[in-house]
């Protein structure tokens, strides 16, 4: 069975850290790009973040360029996302996503049920 | 960034009849548009792309058309597990945008 597992939400004060991690399971990995897409509570869903399938590239939404950071480690076959400077309005359900077709931007086939960040003091 | 719109906000239908939902697009977006179905406590679920091309072990009751910057999913014959949100997403022009859905509830 192919899945996506998130973790590292949590709740964290204003301007502070959290690095996401996205463990992946019997997807084809290597040279399919990945992205991060976030859904705060009562809201509808936003496209956070996307990697190329060999790291070089990086795509951000422009609510958290400059301060997200999207990262994949092709030897464990992870996903990262590194949040800093964090908001309130960051706070949502962030779900690790994977495209079909390998490419961004494409549809997302496989969802991960994703993690919780709370940002409030 | 292109802008999806999706009509109506919610639509209030009872099991058997047939929903129609809506999603404009400020641009033109070629054959770069998918619908994904989202339940209370799951993740979404991608329903269709390329406008009509719906994935594996999705009921035919689900049919989208449309093209250019105006779409359209419906389903027929609505079924108790359709009771959703909907949303459209294109993939033309990064960045990908979403549309900001339809609930399809019970009436």
């Known amino acids: 069975e192919v899945y996506l597992l998130e973790s590292g939400g949590g709740l964290v004060q204003p301007g502070g850290s959290l690095r996401l991690t996205c463990a992946t399971f019997?997807?084809?990995?290597?040279?399919?790009?990945m992205s991060w897409v976030r859904q705060a509570p009562g809201k509808g869903l936003e496209w956070v973040a996307a990697?190329?399938?060999?790291?070089?590239?990086?795509y951000y939404a422009d609510s958290v360029r400059g301060r997200f950071t999207i990262s994949r480690d092709s030897s464990k076959h992870t996903l990262h996302l590194q949040m800093d400077s964090l908001r309130p309005e960051d706070s949502a359900l962030y779900h690790c996503v994977y495209p079909g077709s390998g490419s961004y931007p494409a549809p997302f086939d496989l969802w991960g049920q994703g993690t919780l960040v709370s940002v409030s003091s | 960034d292109i802008v999806l719109t999706q009509t109506p906000g919610t639509l209030s239908l009872s099991p058997g009849e047939t929903a129609t939902l809506s999603c404009r697009a400020s641009e033109w977006v070629s054959i770069c548009l998918a619908w994904y179905q989202v339940k209370f406590g799951q993740p979404p679920r991608l329903l269709i792309h390329a406008i009509t091309k719906r994935l594996a072990g999705v009921p035919d009751r689900f049919s989208g058309s449309g093209s250019g910057t105006d779409f359209t999913l419906t389903i027929s014959r609505l079924e108790p597990e359709d009771f959703a949100v909907y949303y459209c997403q294109q993939c033309h022009t990064a960045p990908l945008t979403f549309g900001g859905g339809t609930k399809v509830e019970i009436k």
């Open positions: 990697i190329s399938g060999d790291g070089a590239d990086t």
């Open positions: 019997r997807i084809t990995f290597t040279n399919h790009a």
